[in-house]
């Protein structure tokens, strides 16, 4: 190595490639929404002429459509990719890495079964990183004596999975994962002898877990193996309960040895203080007690934060994390890295639009090319102190050398146990400024997001690092309700956010620049979008029928524009979508679920936020669940869309459906009755819209009509969407 390699900086940053044909793409559809308005002001219908309102209502949506637009091409404007340096960094810093700390929220062990939140844990125990320099934590918001039996099983086992996993070179390092798809060794007897042994045993506790989760208690005899059970005596239930904090590994024993006598992660098990008169703040709570506790164990300065189902599939990740951080010329401007969220339970083609893949592939990378990607929740280190408050000044360049000194005081973990619970009580963060300044921000259902504008806020640069191998793999929602009720919760706390004093156009006004104030908008306006939306798929359906009409003859030249931004757009869209590696099947489902998001999901998160205003309501965390009936499970993988719950939501939607099919008969009849050829027909486009609406909205039919299995929709739903739907075309007809 030569000498000069010391100079060398631990990350690089490229601009994306093909921007021009992109820039092309931008410019002419922006030429043809201009022709567009410059159509809709010409010809607005004469006072008493009728549609004169449905026209106004058609030029609004459309003006709606054109500044979304507008701010979705901010973020892709000059997206940037990352690269790391591992190989550097242990070359320069192997002696004097620092401490990580790594946090995996729970929140209820039937939705997030103990045998699913434990392959997490052992996943990031086994990271490819020296084990004295990791603690893990688990928060477990469900209080559950089931995930405290299952984390002791997994202390267990670790002992035989660390060593395991670096003698073959193991990947994903979540048990279950790598025994899925993992074919024996062959060849060396000795190594296969090893191999399915430490099968057996991952198969034998997860056996034990299940059966103990199966029987939702703990019996006796497992009871007496472990001081910490005695807990739970004094729990009443999930809402009403002391902190129990147990250490369940202490790296610092010397005693605390895997198989191989190497040293093991710090593993500890946390329930914070819960009583029904004090607000527990969801995961921000959580994540906030874990801060603090975590401060007084292991104090590592580096933060990583995981959904308990969002596993790590590469052991490497760490060490890319620490590039950003480390990086003697730019790393201490870092706040925080975020990682993509990729999943691992996507259909075939997608059928939920789950997969997360434009966000993750254009948006991130848009984001950080415009001052630094948002915090998303999961699989993001941070810098503790960005976290907790500190505001970014030159002089963080300092930190690096501290970091290995870092120290936290010498005591057993017995003691540590009784003197940090204090920290996770109910009481602990009155008159302090903790869930404001300091930790993650409270009052909001995206928790992540305020708290990574505020971090952005506070003079700290994020980073978005993408790298070949999925980082990290979680679950995506398996129904259309779970989709639905998910965005919902995201879309109102966006909205929420956008409402409030946090919004990043004031908030960040001279903090950040203006280009990543305004690639916060898209998603923070994804709410409002449900009125555009819920106005174009209704209204020229319903003036159709009506015998109004609202766009222009094929016959005339103004056709052409709309035409272009149509088929342009899609166009873009979907070679998009197949450039992050969709299908064209998935991405005609994305439309779908595209729509069904905008008129439900979106339309309650707007109201529920209007009535917040108002103060009739609080908004709430609704937790994704993570396990499906069986028979759910198989809709899934043969993608067939699964409605069989009677929701509003899906209420609207079937209305939308309906009303469309109708519409679009009665078009028909119209067109037919008139004998107007399709060239000189007014209502052309009109029909082609409704029509396309009817083929998007065809399993809504079959759920409707059709179907007779248990994801069919509810009969209640049927009956209520032929009144509303039926009622409103004859509203709109007479
Ligand atoms: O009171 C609560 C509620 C939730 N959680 C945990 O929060 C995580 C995320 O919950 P989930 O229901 O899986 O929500 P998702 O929609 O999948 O989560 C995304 O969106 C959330 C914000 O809405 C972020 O917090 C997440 O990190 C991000 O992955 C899970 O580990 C839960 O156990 C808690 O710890 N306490
Ligand atoms: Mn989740």
Known sequence: ???????????????????????????STFVGI????????????????AGRWAWMGMFLSELWFCLYWFITMIIRWNPINRCAFKDRLSLRYEKALPGIDIFVCTADPVIEPPALVINTVLSVMAYDYPPQKLAVYLSDDGCSDLTFYAMLEASRFAKTWLPFCKKFKVEPRSPEDYFLTAAEPQGDPVMANDWSSVKKAYENMKQRIERVTKLGQIP?????????????????????????????IDGKDPAALDMEGQSLPTLVYLAREKRPQYHHNFKAGAMNALIRVSSRISNGPIILNLDCDMYSNDSGTVRDALCFFMDEEKGH???????????????????????????????????????????????????????????YSEECKTDLKVWNDIKVAESTASVLEDTCKILASCTYEEKTLWGKEVGLKYGCPVED????????????????????????????????????????????????????????????????????????????????????TLYYVAVPSLCLLRGIPLFPKISSAWVLPFVFVMIVHRAYSLGEFIWCGGTFQGWWNEQRIWLFKRTSS?????????????????????????????????????????FGASSPMFTIIATLALLN??????????????????????????????????????????????????????????????????????????
């Open 449 to 532: 997001i305020i708290t990574g504008l505020a971090v952005q806020c506070r003079g700290w640069r994020s980073i978005y690092f993408n790298p070949e191998r999925k980082p990290f793999l979680g679950l995506a929602p398996t129904t259309l309700l779970q989709t639905l009720v998910q965005h919902k919760r995201w879309s109102e706390g966006d909205f929420q956010v956008f409402l409030s004093r946090n919004n990043p156009l004031v908030s960040g006004y001279k903090k950040i620049p203006l280009k990543l104030r305004l690639s916060y908008c898209p998603y923070l306006l994804w709410a409002p979008n449900c009125l555009a």
């Open 602 to 642: 979106y339309f309650f998160a707007f109201f529920d936020n209007v009535l917040k205003l108002l103060g009739l309501t609080d908004l709430a965390f609704a937790i994704t669940e993570k396990v499906a009936e069986s028979d759910v499970s198989q809709r899934y993988e043969q993608e067939i869309m699964e």
């Open 1 to 27: 190595m030569g000498n000069n390699d010391e100079h060398l900086p631990l990350f690089t940053t490229t601009p994306a490639k093909a921007r021009i044909p992109f820039k092309f793409y931008a410019l």
């Open 661 to 734: 099919a109708f519409c679009f008969v009665g078009g028909m009849k119209r067109v037919v009755m008139d004998m107007q050829t399709w060239f000189s027909n007014p209502f052309t486009l009109q029909i082609l819209l409704c029509a396309l609406l009817v083929i998007i909205n065809l399993p809504v039919y079959q759920g409707l009509f059709l179907r007779k299995d248990k994801g069919r929709m509810p009969t209640s739903v049927t009956y209520r969407s032929l009144m509303f739907a039926g009622l409103a075309c004859a509203l709109a007809r007479y």
């Open 220 to 248: 006796e005899e497992i009871r007496k193996e472990h001081k910490g059970f005695s807990e739970w005596n004094l729990v009443a239930n999930r809402r009403d309960h002391q902190t129990i904090l147990q250490i369940i």
């Open 34 to 49: 201009c022709l567009i308005f410059v159509y809709r002001l010409r010809y607005i219908p004469a006072k008493e002429e």
């Open 333 to 391: 401007q870092v706040g925080y890295v975020q990682f993509p969220h990729t999943f691992e339970n996507i259909s075939k083609n997608d059928l939920y639009s789950g997969s997360l893949n434009v966000i993750m592939k254009v948006d991130l990378p848009g984001q950080d090319g415009n001052g630094g990607p948002y915090y998303i929740g999961s699989a993001c280190f941070h810098r503790r102190e960005s976290l907790c408050g500190k505001k």
